[in-house]
C-alpha cells in the first residue's frame, strides 16, 4: 500500500456561500487520500491563493460575487495551467458544462449530486481525466461526431459565454452596475449584452427578460425549463434588432 501521506490530492474550494465551503471540507476531511489546502469567497482571493499555494486540484462554483466563476477558470488556466478545475455549480450542465470545459475546466458537477461524486470527481481530474455526467459526455461526442452542425435544443444555448454571465447575474437580482463591476465591462457593454439576450430569447422588453431571467436562475438545476418560451412573448419588435443601445436605459433596473 503506498505510503498515504504522499498521495493526497491537495485540492482548493471556491465558494461564495461559507456554509457550503465548510460543509463540503468536513465531509473532504472524512477522506483518506483528498485533503483541503485552502478556501476562498472571492475570484481575486481565490486566484491569489492558488497562485501562491498551488494545489492539485480547484472546485469553483460559477456564482462569485466579484466575478463569473468562467473567468476565473480561464485565468487559473492561463496563469496555473497546472491545477485541475472541477465546476462545481446550481446550473444545469446542458447550459455550463462544455463552456466549461471550452474556458478550461477539467471537470461539471451539479450540486444537487452527492458530495461523494464530487469527491471522485477530483480524483478523476487529478489523474488527467475529464469528469462529466454520462450524459453530458455523450452530448459532447455526439456533437463531435456531427461536426457541430446540430441546432441548439433551446435558446439559451445560442448565448456567448458573456451574454449568459449578463442574464444569469440579471436573475440573481444584480444592477447593471453590479454585473459592470464583477465582470469588469463598461455600462455599454453590459447594457449591449442584456439587449442581446432579450432579443434571442425574443422578448420585447427588458422587464418580460428579467422575469423570465429570475426564474430560469431560481429553478432547481437552473436552465432546465427553458425550452419554450411563454404565449406572446416570441414577437422581437423591427427596431429591437437595429443597434439602440440606449433605447432601455431607464428601465436598468
Known amino acids: 500500500m503506498p505510503d498515504q501521506s504522499t498521495t493526497h490530492i491537495q485540492t482548493f474550494l471556491v465558494d461564495d456561500h461559507p456554509a457550503i465551503l465548510e460543509a463540503i471540507r468536513n465531509r473532504i476531511d472524512d477522506t483518506l487520500d483528498v485533503e483541503v489546502c485552502g478556501m476562498a469567497t472571492s475570484s481575486d482571493e481565490a486566484f491569489r491563493k492558488i497562485e501562491d499555494m498551488e494545489p492539485d486540484t480547484a472546485v469553483v462554483d460559477i456564482s462569485l460575487e466579484d466575478a463569473h466563476g468562467l473567468d476565473l477558470v480561464q485565468n487559473l488556466q492561463s496563469q496555473c495551467p497546472e491545477v485541475q478545475v472541477v465546476v462545481y455549480s446550481m446550473y444545469d450542465e446542458m447550459v455550463y458544462a462544455e463552456r466549461a470545459i471550452q474556458a478550461g475546466a477539467s ?29 453530458m459526455a455523450s452530448q459532447i461526442l455526439n456533437k463531435v461526431a456531427r461536426g457541430e452542425s446540430s441546432e441548439p435544443s433551446f435558446p439559451i444555448e445560442e448565448f456567448t459565454d458573456r451574454e449568459l454571465a449578463v442574464f ?18 463598461a455600462r455599454k457593454t453590459v447594457e449591449t449584452y442584456r439587449r442581446r439576450a432579450k432579443e434571442k430569447l425574443g422578448f420585447d422588453s427588458v422587464s418580460k427578460l428579467l422575469q423570465f431571467a429570475v426564474q430560469w436562475a431560481s429553478a432547481p438545476g437552473a436552465g432546465k425549463k427553458v425550452s419554450g418560451m411563454p404565449d406572446g412573448d416570441a ?5 429591437g434588432k437595429a443597434s439602440g443601445e440606449g433605447e432601455e436605459e431607464n428601465t436598468d433596473e
Do not use: H, W
Not at 461524486?117 to 477530483?122: F, G, H, M, S, V
Not at 444569469?168 to 465591462?185: F, H, K, W, Y
Open 107 to 135: 471537470g461539471y458537477l451539479m450540486k444537487d449530486q452527492p458530495t461523494e461524486d464530487l469527491i471522485e470527481a477530483i480524483r478523476v481530474v487529478d489523474g488527467g481525466e475529464v469528469f462529466l455526467s454520462r450524459e
Open 168 to 185: 444569469q447575474m440579471l436573475g440573481e437580482g444584480c444592477s447593471i452596475e453590479e454585473i459592470q463591476d464583477r465582470l469588469n465591462l
Open 235 to 239: 414577437e422581437v419588435s423591427a427596431d
